[in-house]
C-alpha cells in the first residue's frame, strides 16, 4: 500500500462531474488547474524528460468552429475578456472526462452557427 496516492484517488472519484461557473467568475487556479495532469519532469535511463500536460479545450471566440487550449492563467484571462466584451456572461460548462469546456451564451451559439454556415457555403462555392 506504499504506492497509494490520496490525491490521485480522490481526483478521480471525485473531480469527474461537470461544473457550471458563469463565465465572469471562471478562474484558472480554481477551475481549471485540480483537473490538469502531467507537465512534470521525470527521469527515465540517466535521461530527463516532461510527461505530456493534459489541457482544456475551449471554443475560440475570433474563429466559430475552432478550439483553443487553455495552458495558462493568461489564457483564460484573455479568453474570458473577449468573450465578455462580444457576446456578454454565460455559462461556461467543465467536463473534467473530455478536457473540454462547453459554451452557454444564445449569443455565443448563434455566431458559431453562421460562422458554420458561411464556411460551409464558401467551401460548396469553390466545388
Known amino acids: 500500500m506504499d504506492n497509494f496516492n490520496v490525491h490521485k ?4 472519484a471525485y473531480l469527474k462531474e461537470s461544473i457550471e461557473v458563469k463565465i465572469s467568475d471562471l478562474d484558472y487556479e480554481d477551475h481549471i488547474a485540480p483537473y490538469e495532469e502531467g507537465g512534470e519532469t521525470k527521469m527515465f535511463r540517466g535521461r530527463e524528460y516532461t510527461t505530456p500536460k ?29 468573450f465578455l466584451e462580444g457576446f456578454g456572461d454565460g455559462i461556461a460548462v467543465i467536463n473534467p472526462d473530455t478536457m473540454k469546456i462547453d459554451i452557454k451564451n444564445d449569443k455565443f451559439e448563434k455566431y458559431r452557427e453562421e460562422y458554420r454556415q458561411q464556411k460551409f457555403k464558401s467551401i460548396n462555392k469553390d466545388k
Not at 484517488?9 to 478521480?12: D, F, K, N, P, V
Not at 471566440?61 to 475552432?66: F, S
Open 9 to 12: 484517488w480522490l481526483r478521480e
Open 54 to 82: 493534459k489541457e482544456f479545450k475551449i471554443p475560440d471566440v475570433e474563429v466559430g468552429d475552432a478550439l483553443m487550449y487553455i495552458n495558462h492563467p493568461k489564457r483564460i484571462e484573455e479568453f474570458k475578456k473577449e
